[in-house]
């Protein structure tokens, strides 16, 4: 039984040499990476409007399914959220329009989600005039349900 025991905390004593300098190493690494993220520089963020209720079938559907998107807008100012509020039925048709064009597929594909708010940012950026309104910088899907 004593043998079992000094065994034991042998074992311990020896697994605490050989992986204690790792541990220490994963540590001050951890830190090294916590400092150069505190370090990075931080996101600034403009101004930003909802618009709610876009509701559409996708392509290829025949009307059976339907896509339900909430959008997110960031603008440099408010200036900007003006013009668009401004020229809201032009570019809820607009989005209205694009998303309708895609499939289901297009539309699940989570890994071209970015592509399709990209394009979407693009052509609402093009209804507003950019001599005297500031352009749109995010477009984001606050809500996104394929029905």
């Known amino acids: 039984m004593i043998a079992v025991v000094l065994v034991a905390i042998g ?3 020896a697994a605490a040499y050989l992986f204690f300098p790792q541990v220490t ?3 001050t690494n951890t830190g090294e990476a916590a400092e150069e993220i505190a370090e990075a520089e931080p996101v600034e963020y403009g101004e930003f409007m909802e618009l709610k ?3 559409v079938n996708p392509s290829d559907t025949n009307g059976r399914r339907a896509l339900m998107v909430d959008v997110g807008l960031e603008g440099p100012s408010t ?3 003006e013009a668009v509020v401004a020229k809201e039925i032009l570019i809820r ?3 209205l329009g694009k998303l309708s064009k895609l499939s289901v597929a297009e539309l699940a594909d989570v890994s071209i989600r970015d592509s399709i708010k990209l394009d979407l940012l693009d052509n609402i950026n093009a209804l507003l005039d950019p001599e005297e309104e ?3 910088s995010r477009l984001y899907f606050t809500a996104f349900i394929i029905n």
Do not use: N, V
């Open 11 to 13: 074992g311990g004593a």
């Open 25 to 27: 190493a994963m540590i």
């Open 53 to 55: 209720g876009f509701m």
């Open 79 to 81: 200036k900007t959220l």
């Open 93 to 95: 048709d607009k989005i």
């Open 134 to 136: 500031e352009q749109l």
